[in-house]
T-cell receptor, first 113, second 114 residues
Framework: GNSVTQMEGPVTLSEEAFLTINCTYT??????LFWYVQYPGEGLQLLLK?????DKGSNKGFEATYRKETTSFHLEKGSVQVSDSAVYFC????????????FGRGTSLIVHP | EAGVVQSPRYKIIEKKQPVAFWCNPI?????LYWYRQNLGQGPELLIR????????DSQLPKDRFSAERLKGVDSTLKIQPAELGDSAVYLC????????????FGQGTRLTVV
């Protein structure tokens, strides 16, 4: 079946530090990959996505590259801000799973001033 | 364009009581999902609808949970009777057609069973 594995959190950084949150996946078929962000008390918001191998998704300074050879979709940002503090979820949808979004357990990011 | 709307935002009930959650998806989205998110975890699928048909409900605890999507638009998720372990955030999401489209989520209903 489909599954997503994310690095454990919390990730604690100082403002302007470099961020990496690791995500690897297992999927039947050719998945689309997503990063969602969840702010406290809110639902999930799509941050970025990539739909085929070597695609790079980007938004608000965040980037992730679809790596089929390593089945990975790591999230990066060059300089984090306090306002980036949230929980980040890696997700996939694939034909082998009826395109049902499957999520990792989330990685909490805490950015200090 | 309005997003996915859920209500209520918060609900506190005593165990053994019934509770219902409502979801209005994005207009034109035929696919609707209900997820449950336990504290510190990712969302887990409860049920998927394609229009008014429930096509994936293997994770729905059918002894106490039920859902409906009359007319293929709004959906209701019900728990009767609620148990302490049902405390979680219940998320509704909808998705348009196409292989690579993403799901859009509502703000969720935080249920506390006491």
């Amino acid at each position: 079946g489909n599954s997503v594995t994310q690095m454990e959190g919390p990730v604690t950084l100082s403002e302007e530090a470099f961020l990496t949150i690791n995500c690897t996946y297992t999927a039947t078929g050719y998945p689309s990959l997503f990063w969602y962000v969840q702010y406290p008390g809110e639902g999930l918001q799509l941050l970025l996505k990539a739909t085929k191998a070597d695609d790079k998704g980007s938004n608000k300074g965040f980037e992730a590259t679809y790596r089929k050879e390593t089945t990975s979709f790591h999230l990066e940002k060059g300089s984090v801000q306090v306002s980036d503090s949230a929980v980040y979820f890696c997700a996939l949808s694939a034909s082998g799973g009826s395109y049902i979004p499957t999520f990792g357990r989330g990685t909490s990011l805490i950015v200090h001033p | 364009e309005a997003g996915v709307v859920q209500s209520p935002r918060y609900k506190i009930i005593e165990k053994k009581q019934p509770v219902a959650f409502w979801c209005n998806p994005i207009s034109g989205h035929n696919t609707l999902y209900w997820y449950r998110q336990n504290l510190g975890q990712g969302p887990e699928l409860l049920i998927r609808y394609e229009n008014e048909e429930a096509v994936d409900d293997s994770q729905l605890p059918k002894d106490r949970f039920s859902a409906e999507r009359l007319k293929g638009v709004d959906s209701t998720l019900k728990i009767q009777p609620a148990e302490l372990g049902d405390s979680a955030v219940y998320l509704c999401a909808s998705r348009g057609t196409g292989m690579n489209t993403e799901a859009f989520f509502g703000q969720g209903t935080r249920l506390t069973v006491v």
